[in-house]
């Protein structure tokens, strides 16, 4: 069974970067897309970024320009480079993994960013 385990996340200060990344337990061959979404407490969980097996990414409007979304096909890895944060970034962090049998989430990774 495929596990996703993200990590990365912290406090950060306003302006400031975080570098997330996503492991997923599997060869590359079965996986289709990897993305971030995110959540606060009350809100329903967003996109924050995601990339299909072609390379081709889709960001959130709130986040386009600031972060960047990648992979490394051979590691089964995606990371999530964050610069320019602001304290509405701060939210807990999902990595999400596609197969061809559905999607697998990770547990999450909390970000908090100070004003």
């Known amino acids: 069974q495929l596990q996703v385990m993200e990590s990365g996340g912290g406090l950060v200060q306003a302006g400031g970067s975080l570098r997330l990344s996503c492991a997923a337990s599997?060869?590359?061959?079965?996986?289709?897309?990897m993305g971030w979404y995110r959540q606060t407490p009350g809100t329903q969980r967003e996109l924050v970024a995601r990339?299909?097996?072609?390379?081709?990414?889709t960001y959130g409007d709130s986040v386009k320009g600031r972060f960047t979304i990648s992979t490394n096909k051979a590691r089964n890895e995606a990371y999530l480079q964050m610069d320019r944060l602001n304290p509405e970034d701060t939210a807990v962090y999902y990595c999400?993994?596609?197969?061809?049998?559905?999607?697998?989430w990770g547990q999450g990774t909390q970000v908090t960013v100070s004003s």
């Open positions: 999400n993994v596609q197969t061809a049998y559905g999607p697998v």
């Open positions: 599997r060869r590359s061959g079965a996986i289709i897309a």
């Open positions: 990339i299909i097996s072609n390379g081709a990414t």
